[in-house]
T-cell receptor, first 116, second 112 residues
Framework: AQSVAQPEDQVNVAEGNPLTVKCTYS??????LFWYVQYPNRGLQFLLK??????LVKGSYGFEAEFNKSQTSFHLKKPSALVSDSALYFC??????????????FGKGTRLHILP | NAGVTQTPKFQVLKTGQSMTLQCAQD?????MSWYRQDPGMGLRLIHY???????DQGEVPNGYNVSRSTTEDFPLRLLSAAPSQTSVYFC???????????FGDGTRLSIL
């Protein structure tokens, strides 16, 4: 079965600095990867996805993610952090090798704090 | 454009009571799902539906029932509430299974 890990419960970054939120995954076939963001008292919002093609994927709010097949990682990045980026971030994976059981599995989430 | 609407936003129940969490979407999405979010646990799939009349169990289905009589609505029923079901519940939809989902703003449920 597929799995996804977010090794950091919390990441602190100074405003204006680059940020990285880490995600690693395990699938039996090719992965379909997602990043979502959750602001307080709101549902998750889709940021970006990777299914095939360029390893660097651009998404909403200036975020991008780098797919690395050899390291089975899909880290979320932003060149210059904003205080408004402070939120809970979720990585998710779907195993494209599975047909009927192709549910999306979410990581436990990483809380990002951007310090003014 | 309402997207995914969940009601109620907050609810307090006593152990043993039953209730239904409502979820409606106006995007004509075939796939709908229910998750619970608990601290340190991420999101766990409870039940899902790939279309009207079709439902299936997710990772943590015990104590919950669902039905999908229309494309728009996907209610979640707690049969006999237990304190372990205290959580935040999210409904989500997508045009098909495995695609990026739209989430509602959640129902915060406390079981005393």
């Amino acid at each position: 079965a597929q799995s996804v890990a977010q090794p950091e419960d919390q990441v602190n970054v100074a405003e204006g600095n680059p940020l990285t939120v880490k995600c690693t995954y395990s699938v039996s076939g090719n992965p379909y990867l997602f990043w979502y963001v959750q602001y307080p008292n709101r549902g998750l919002q889709f940021l970006l996805k990777y299914i095939t093609g360029d390893n660097l994927v651009k998404g909403s709010y200036g975020f991008e993610a780098e797919f690395n097949k050899s390291q089975t990682s899909f880290h979320l990045k932003k060149p210059s952090a904003l205080v408004s980026d402070s939120a809970l971030y979720f990585c998710a994976v779907r195993d494209l090798a599975l047909n009927r059981d192709d549910k999306i599995i979410f990581g436990k989430g990483t809380r990002l704090h951007i310090l003014p | 454009n309402a997207g995914v609407t969940q009601t109620p936003k907050f609810q307090v129940l006593k152990t043993g009571q039953s209730m239904t969490l409502q979820c409606a979407q106006d995007m004509n999405h075939e796939y709908m799902s229910w998750y619970r979010q608990d601290p340190g646990m991420g999101l766990r799939l409870i039940h899902y539906s790939v279309g009207a009349g079709i439902t299936d169990q997710g990772e943590v289905p015990n104590g919950y029932n669902v039905s999908r009589s229309t494309t728009e609505d996907f209610p979640l029923r707690l049969l006999s509430a237990a304190p372990s079901q205290t959580s935040v519940y999210f409904c989500a939809s997508s045009y098909m299974q495995g695609q990026p989902q739209h989430f509602g703003d959640g129902t915060r449920l406390s079981i005393l």
